[in-house]
């Protein structure tokens, strides 16, 4: 089965800036959806970025313009640099995948049923 584990989190002052990675084990090359969701107490969890296996990428809005997902597909990693860090983006964030690539965008109010998950890194901003 596939596995995912995140890295990279952790805590920094608002405007401050982040890079999470995600590393993807026994993930075979080939069609594909990934992305980072994130889930803050209390709140749903969310889609913040997702990028499929023919370089479409989407972003939340709330995140669209300081967030970029990247994938090196040559490492199996995937990326997601935060910069412009605000207290709201305080969350557990999750990498996903799955062999699939369709329906590989974010969807306000819904969050896409990825096959596999990372545990998650925690990322606080203060302010």
């Known amino acids: 089965q596939v596995q995912l584990a995140e890295s990279g989190g952790g805590s920094v002052q608002a405007g401050g800036s982040l890079s999470l990675s995600c590393s993807v084990s026994?993930?075979?090359?080939?069609?594909?959806?990934m992305g980072w969701l994130r889930q803050a107490p209390g709140k749903e969890r969310e889609g913040v970025a997702y990028?499929?296996?023919?370089?479409?990428?989407t972003y939340a809005d709330s995140v669209n313009g300081r967030f970029t997902i990247s994938a090196d597909n040559s490492e199996n990693t995937l990326y997601l640099q935060m910069n412009s860090l605000e207290p709201e983006d305080t969350a557990m964030y999750y990498c996903?995948?799955?062999?699939?690539?369709?329906?590989?965008?974010?969807?306000?109010?819904?969050?896409?049923?990825?096959?596999?998950w990372g545990q998650g890194t925690q990322v606080t901003v203060s302010s």
């Open positions: 990028i499929g296996s023919d370089g479409r990428i």
């Open positions: 026994g993930w075979m090359y080939g069609r594909h959806c």
């Open positions: 996903a995948a799955d062999s699939s690539p369709f329906f590989c965008t974010v969807v306000p109010g819904s969050q896409r049923d990825f096959d596999y």
